[in-house]
């Protein structure tokens, strides 16, 4: 399936769910679940390299998309890139692509699907704010069931934001 000269355009359809499934968890690393440190995009390159048989190419992007991500405090409200799953997406680019244009190209989709996983974790956010907002009677009236309502529709909210930020990327 693969040539050495153009675009390799179609993945098979196990590989695409795997990055999609692992785009996902590295999203959700991120902020709700568990923190395991798989969003850093070293991490999430190169697993998504051993997914892709390419292991090279993962770190290599992984290692330039966790440089850029050194320059960002995330403290606060402060807005930044999501550079992990924008990792998996520049991976599986420069995967399809051969030549020069590989890790070029890998790399300006992973920058703009960082760009808009940035943008999707602020969509989120306000998006949580006015649920938690809606639900304020019911939590401070005591009802643990509300709360768990919310912490697990916050979660899935997350994940379905990750995968689409994955989805973006790789499609």
Known sequence: ?????????ILPLEV????LVWGTLVGVDL???PQMMIARP???????????GDIATGIKLGV??????????PVG???YPEYGPATVAAVATAHAATGVLGLGLGALVGLVTALIGGVSINVLRRLNSKIVHA?????ESGDPRALMRLHVGGVLRDAARAALVTAFGLF
Request: proline share 2%; glycine share 6%; aromatic share 4%.
């Open 64 to 73: 330039m998309f966790e440089l850029l991500q050194y320059d960002i405090l």
């Open 16 to 19: 695409l769910l795997a990055l």
């Open 42 to 52: 070293i991490v999430a390159g190169a697993v998504t390299g051993e997914i892709l």
């Open 77 to 79: 409200a402060v807005r």
């Open 135 to 139: 639900a304020a009677p019911t939590l």
């Open 1 to 9: 399936r693969h040539s050495r000269r153009g675009i390799h355009l």
């Open 31 to 33: 902020v709700s679940l």
